[in-house]
């Protein structure tokens, strides 16, 4: 087979159910991802996406799906299976809420949490605490193409 015919899961698992196992999944898909990428530069990787934020808020899951692409890309994922309508452009999240993201995404704990995060810092419930119940802060607007692109 030819290199470039070959698609590659890495998988991912949800980093939300609060168990010290679990927390470094994400981390551990996005090394994955650089590993097959640096392997096998000629294959695609493709990941389902939303697997990673599973049991959180719909606007907690679109911050942490839209940063978790992010960083996925650029370690060289090719490809993703993802709602499209419920990814966020970079400038359509809080500074705030992208490096919540991130700081959850790298389980930033214990001596590798962030410079003035007490001790006991847990990077989940950080992140869970900027979705308060009834807030929606991560609205995404629907374009109509049809209504957007000139006619030719």
Known sequence: LDESDLLFDPLTFTIATGNDDDRRLGLETLEGIRLISE????????LGLSNISFGL???ARAVLNSVFLEEARERGLTSAIV??????????????HWEAARWLIFDLRGANRPAGMPENFDPLLHFIGLFPDGEETAKVEVIDPATTMPER
């Open 39 to 46: 392997r096998f530069p000629h294959c695609g990787i493709i």
């Open 57 to 59: 808020k719909p606007s």
């Open 83 to 96: 709602h499209a309508s419920k990814i966020l452009p970079r400038a359509r999240i809080s500074d705030e």
